[in-house]
Structures are given as C-alpha cells and as structure tokens.
C-alpha cells in the first residue's frame, strides 16, 4: 500500500515521504481499515516537527483520525466488514495511508448524517470543543463566548456547539476571507485581530462585562488580549499554541479579576475517563443529526497532495478541516 512517512523532523512538505509499504494485518482484538478520508490536524504538522508531546519513533506515519471502512477483523475482534467507523490509528502507524490496523475497542460508528470527510473530521476538534465548553467551562445559555481562530478546524467546532448551547458567540479571526466564514458559520460578532481593536470591541459588545468564556486554541498575544475583556467569573480555555508562543499568565491578574484559566488536554479523556467520550460521541451524533454541528470542510485533497495540506494547517492559511480522501481528485 501507499503511506506517508517521516524519516526526519522538519517541515512537512520537506520531510514527508509518499512510499510503498507493507500491508498491516491486523492482529488479535485489532481491525483492517480501508482509509476512507484522514483530517489534517495542528498535531500532525507538530508531529513532523518533533514538536508534539508525543514522540514517535522514526519513520513514522502522521495522521491522527479517519473515517474507515472495516476490511477484516483479527482474532476476538468485534467489527463488522463493510462498517463505516471513526478510528484514531496509534502511532507511529497513522492515517495518512491506504489502511490502517487499529484496536477494535476504540473504533465508533460514523455519524450517518456525515460524509467521509465530515465524518473524519468530527471526532478530536468537536470532543475538544465539547469538553472544553461543557465540561471544563461549563458554558450557559445566554453568556458570551469568544473563540479565536473561529474559521480554523478547531475554532469552528467550537463556534457550531457554543451556538447550540445558546452563546452570543464573538469569533476572532485574520482576514476577510476568513471574517466571511466565520459568519456563514453563525457568529453573532466577527472581529478581524488585523483591524479591529479587539478588548474594546468585546467590552462594547457585552456592555462592558466582557467575555463569559474565551476559548482559545491560539496563545501568544489572542490570550494576551483575552484577559483584558475577561468578564467577572469568566473562563478562559487554553486549548493550544497554534500561534506558536505559549503564554505565562500572570496569576495576580487573575486573582484581582476573578476568573479561572483552565486547561484541556481532550486526550486523557480517553484514559481516566472513557465513557465520558463515548457520551460525548452520542451527543456530537445527535447533534449532526439534527443538522446542528458539520464539520466545515475547506478542502478535500488526494493522498498525493496530504504533505501540502498539513504545511497549509501548519501555516496557518487553511480555512476549516483539510481533509485527505486517498484516491479523489483535489477539490478546494
């Protein structure tokens, strides 16, 4: 089969490797998955890097989660042949490939009322956004949210589930072309951080209180400015680094201001809680049902163009989820 691989750390487009490899088989309590579509996420590119908290051995395979179709099933495993599913392949074998071997109890049923590429989209960004509002923020109906990169994978999941929770959603983005999605998207207030005085606008938007809840996958200088228009008992999420410098926050400030910096790492979920990530997967389910969560999808790519899409997320110039879908034509 095809995949990707990494032999070396650096830039993506300069260190992934498009080879022919071995077919897996999958073992005892394991599944075969054909890939079906494969998300780009911020991980992968930092992965590349030799930036992420998770390390693998090299050459490694990026590609964190997939929407698959089950080939065979290894000795004890539960899984139907033909199931669609969604799967996170564990490294250092992951997604950017033509199957994947994955263990048969973390796959999930792919939500019917998505696509492959929606589908491969949904599971990390909306169980972050999920968790990070609800159960880290606790979110309200009524209060206001601010999400930065709100046009991005990641700060698109969480503008569809605060409005679904009964936020004023503000989204803070770079650029027009971005500022113009993220309203398409159902922002109540879009704020471009090139132009617009953002803690002025937020203050004036929320007659003064400021922001409820700021969700901020971003750091550096979003944060900065986020605890500036911080509201009394407000709740700023740190989600990641995507801007690439991370903040000291300065707990006096928070202290005299009265609110709480909480941080979300969605995977130990999936250890010191595992049931809550199934609720959660029905949940995002039902909501997908209901036409109220779609991943927003700026690009399905062919698997001959998968080291470009993750230095686009890399780069930051991509708009919602890019997703590799092996064998389609590019469409953008």
């Known amino acids: ?109 792919a939500p019917e009322a998505l696509d492959d ?47 679904a929770a009964g936020a004023q959603v503000i989204g803070v983005v770079g650029g027009a072309d971005k500022a113009r999605t993220a309203r398409e998207l159902g922002c109540d207030l879009v704020l471009d951080r090139r132009s617009d005085d953002l803690v002025a606008a937020v203050k004036e938007a929320t007659g003064g209180r400021g922001a409820d809840v700021v969700y901020d996958p971003v750091g550096g200088d979003a944060y900065a400015k986020s605890v500036k228009c911080i509201a009394f008992e407000g709740r700023i999420v740190v989600v990641g680094f995507a801007g690439g410098s991370i903040p000291s926050p300065a707990l006096n400030h928070a202290l005299v201001k009265n609110y709480a910096i909480l941080g979300l790492h969605w995977g130990l979920y999936n250890t010191k809680d595992p049931a809550a990530v199934d609720a959660c997967h029905e949940e995002l389910t039902k909501l997908a049902a209901q036409g109220v969560i779609k991943p927003l999808i700026g690009g399905r790519v062919p698997l001959a163009e998968a080291a470009e899409a993750v230095q686009r997320v890399a780069d930051g110039t991509s708009v919602g989820r890019l997703v590799v879908v092996p064998g389609a034509e590019a469409t953008r």
């Not at 991005?152 to 605060?162: D, H, R």
Request: hydrophobic content about 45%.
């Open 117 to 163: 590429a929606e589908a491969a989209a949904l599971h990390i960004g909306y169980q972050t956004g999920w968790f990070g509002l609800h159960r880290r923020a606790r979110l309200q109906a009524g209060e206001t949210l601010l999400v930065h990169a709100a046009a991005g994978g990641v700060g698109s999941a969480a503008v569809q589930l605060g409005k």
């Open 1 to 109: 089969m095809k995949a990707w691989r990494v032999h070396a750390n650096g830039e993506p487009r300069e260190v992934m490797r498009l080879e022919e490899v071995p077919d897996p088989q999958p073992g005892p309590g394991q599944l075969l998955l054909r890939v079906r579509a494969a998300n780009v996420n911020f991980p992968d590119a930092l992965l590349c890097r030799g930036h992420y908290q998770v390390r693998p051995p090299l050459p490694f395979t990026p590609g964190v989660e997939i929407c698959g179709e089950v080939l065979a099933a290894g000795d004890g495993a539960a899984g139907e042949v033909g199931a669609r599913v969604l799967a996170q392949p564990p490294l250092p074998d992951g997604g950017f490939a033509e199957l994947v071997v994955v263990d048969a109890a973390t796959v999930r049923p």
